[in-house]
């Protein structure tokens, strides 16, 4: 396996619309355990396929239960709002306050192609926004309502 380099802001990749997995092959499950290994090393929340130059619909999200593989993931229903502070392992030390939905239910497959549903509140919900956002072509900075100052 192997540590995979973080797209940073402006490259090109970070605007598209990302492709759904049709086989969930052997380069697919490398990629997942690089993208685990990769994310774990960033010490971030989560990490979307386009972040390491692969236009594919697949993220990977932990909020420190473990690593959640997301394939071809879609939220299908949303419910509150919380505002906090967010960042991006690909605008690094950049933090900016963005009000998301404080519950969310998505849909998504795992390694073995079964379809789950997702239940997140809090954090989770703000990582699975911010995670699908990236496979859109979007990222959080769209939704900062005011940038905060670090050292």
Not at 34 to 58: C, F, I, N, Y
Not at 87 to 115: F, H, M, N
Not at 116 to 130: N, Q, S, T, V
């Amino acid at each position: 396996m192997a540590i995979r380099n973080i797209v940073k802001f402006g490259d090109d990749v970070l605007q598209k619309k990302c492709r759904p997995i049709e086989k969930i092959d052997d380069k697919i499950l490398t990629l997942i355990q690089d993208m685990k290994e990769t994310l774990a090393l960033s010490q971030g929340v989560g990490l979307a396929a386009p972040q390491v130059g692969m236009l594919k619909r697949l993220c990977i999200i932990d909020v420190g239960n473990g690593p959640m593989v997301l394939i071809n993931p879609e939220i299908i229903k949303t419910e509150g709002s919380q505002t906090d502070t967010e960042g991006c392992l690909s605008y690094p030390g950049k933090w900016g306050l963005v009000t998301r939905p404080y519950r969310v239910i998505a849909k998504a497959q795992d390694e073995k192609g079964q379809w789950r549903k997702i239940k997140g509140e809090g954090l989770l919900a703000r990582a699975l926004c911010h995670e699908i956002d990236h496979l859109d072509g979007h990222m959080f900075m769209e939704k900062v309502s005011e940038w905060i100052e670090t050292e």
